[in-house]
């Protein structure tokens, strides 16, 4: 339609307004003129249902052993499919290893100590898990079930990497210039002198020498002198800055052993960015159990037999209501408890089922969280996250990836596994702390001690009902695919039955396959 000369059309003056102040300027201007909506008119709700779901509808009884990840998403599924879902978990709380600690909760380990977490508002400990890759199908699970998410800084080159060569720490993307410039500058030199010739044609060898440049901010005649970005001891603003100084020899660039920092986040698992949820990663678990039922889940009922009956399953288990303890009969077991556990319980699965159960080795781990009063390492080591690496017994120091500017904050204050886990763990708490205190401080000064506020650590292989971080195979061959085949009626899950053991991911991925097998097999009789 056309306009008479000299009157301005909607149209030029919606494409005027959106020049000038941008789309939310254009499309609120719309909203006044009657073409687009001013307001949202009903609260946003999330999407609730993954690319996964068991086709069909379900009319058996499950009862489910262990109400961690593997165990709450079998229940879960299976829920959605119809089933009537029984969890029995051993431990008086839900999550196993998914353990997020606040004020007031309180950490027994096997010797009867007793830690009472004595945190501030809105500070948390996660214990267990602490991050979530963005392929893993632990992301579809938050968006089903509403969890929202922020992004965990797994990576920061302000961070430090400390060895037991160094006689201080330095930030990580000053170890990583140097370590890459003069690998560069070595690779550069002999393609140079011919002596990759017989793997580099003339081309291949300029293509090289031209990434080596940029790989390494490498010099004219290849050499590498230090960088821009090794950093600064005065950052530039309206003059140049003040870069550091050196680089050191090559020679103690090497004996300082500061390639672990530098390879810490090549495995496929932990390639940026990584995601958290918010206020904690037992918001998972509590999304989890909203879906289940809390009605479903017994907790303090350890399982002390499990036997197969010629039309069911029978599973009876200690404590519960009344502490009795009691027995389940249903039609299918999906057992999920770590199977150094599992190997214990009383049952009739066979002694070939015993065995390829006793198979896999419990891993030791150990995590402290240290709350400070105030957040030091934003103010002053200008650390938003991320992890130090370092080769002493505390292996890596996590920096929050929240509550950026906050008043506390809490730190990961060591994350080790093996034999330095086993070493803290062996501790009692005030003795763990101790040590790590005295090893961070290598790297943070006298506040990294002066100013701790409160602190809880775990010993995971010291914990009932877990004893372990994880479980590892010796080889991924006949006891691992005896456990992926039911036997009888006793399915079995965990994330020991993937090759992502110690994931969430592994949980959920190893629960969807058991309740696809359950369920085809529930249907193919029904």
């Known amino acids: 339609m056309s306009s008479a000369p000299g009157t301005l059309t909607r149209r030029a003056l919606l494409a005027g307004v959106g020049a000038a102040g941008g789309a939310g300027a254009m499309f609120a201007a719309m909203g006044a003129l009657g073409l687009a909506p001013d307001s949202q008119d009903r609260a946003f709700t999330p999407p609730q249902r993954s690319d996964f779901s068991l086709t069909g509808r379900g009319a058996a009884k499950v009862v489910v052993l262990g109400a961690g990840i593997a165990g709450l998403t079998c229940a879960y599924e299976l829920g959605k499919a119809g089933y009537d879902c029984t969890v029995l978990e051993a431990a008086d709380r839900v999550g196993g290893r998914n353990l997020t600690v606040r004020g007031g909760d309180r950490l027994t380990e096997f010797g009867g100590e007793t830690q009472t977490a004595e945190f501030g508002p809105d500070v948390y400990f996660n214990a267990g898990p602490g991050r979530i890759a963005q392929w893993m199908v632990t992301m579809d699970y938050c968006r089903e079930l509403g969890v929202p998410l922020e992004v965990f800084v797994n990576g920061n080159a302000s961070a430090y990497v400390r060895t037991h060569a160094m006689d201080a720490p330095v930030r990580v993307r000053t170890a990583r210039a140097d370590m890459y410039g003069y690998i560069a500058e070595l690779l550069a030199k002999a393609a140079d002198a011919g002596a990759l010739d017989r793997r580099l044609t003339g081309e291949d060898r300029e293509r090289l020498t031209e990434f080596l440049r940029r790989f390494g901010d490498l010099g004219p005649d290849l050499s590498y002198r230090g960088s821009p970005r090794r950093g600064f001891t005065v950052y530039p603003g309206y003059g140049s800055g003040e870069p550091l100084a050196g680089p050191p020899p090559l020679g103690e660039v090497l004996a300082a052993g500061t390639g672990r920092a530098l390879t810490a986040d090549f495995g496929f698992e932990q390639a940026m960015p990584m995601f958290q949820p918010v206020g ?21 009922a350890p399982v002390t037999g499990v036997r197969n009956l010629p039309d069911g399953v029978e599973v009876t288990y200690s404590g519960g209501p009344g502490g009795s303890g009691g027995a ?6 999906v057992a999920t408890l770590p199977p150094h556990l599992l190997a214990r319980v009383p049952h009739n699965l066979g002694a070939r089922v015993t065995a ?6 419990p ?26 690496e370092t080769d002493l017994d505390i292996t890596h120091i996590w920096y929050p990836s929240h509550g950026y500017h906050g008043r506390t904050g809490l ?14 763990g062996s501790l009692p708490h005030h003795e763990r702390r101790a040590r790590a205190l005295t090893q961070g401080k290598k790297i943070h000064g006298e506040k990294y001690r002066a100013e701790l506020r409160s602190s809880v650590s775990v010993a995971w292989h010291r914990r009932p009902h877990v004893e372990g971080g994880w479980a590892v195979w010796p080889s991924y061959g006949g006891a691992f695919t005896v456990l992926q085949q039911p036997a009888g009626r006793v399915h079995f899950a965990g994330d020991w039955l993937t090759h992502l053991v110690a994931w969430q991911a592994g949980a959920m991925e190893s629960a969807r396959k058991a309740v696809t097998a359950l369920h085809q097999r529930v249907l193919a009789v029904s």
Not at 379 to 388: A, H, K, P, Q, S
């Open 356 to 361: 390829a159960l006793r198979t896999p080795t």
């Open 280 to 300: 904690g990663m037992d918001a998972i678990v509590r999304a989890l159990v909203r879906e289940v039922g809390e009605e479903r889940i017994l907790t303090g």
């Open 328 to 333: 389940v009969r249903a039609d299918y077991c």
């Open 411 to 424: 730190l990961v204050g060591y994350y080790n596994t093996g034999a330095e886990a086993e070493l803290y």
């Open 363 to 388: 891993v030791a781990a150990g995590k402290l969280g240290l709350e400070y009063g105030r957040r030091w390492w934003e103010t002053e080591d200008r650390i938003y996250g991320g992890i130090t």
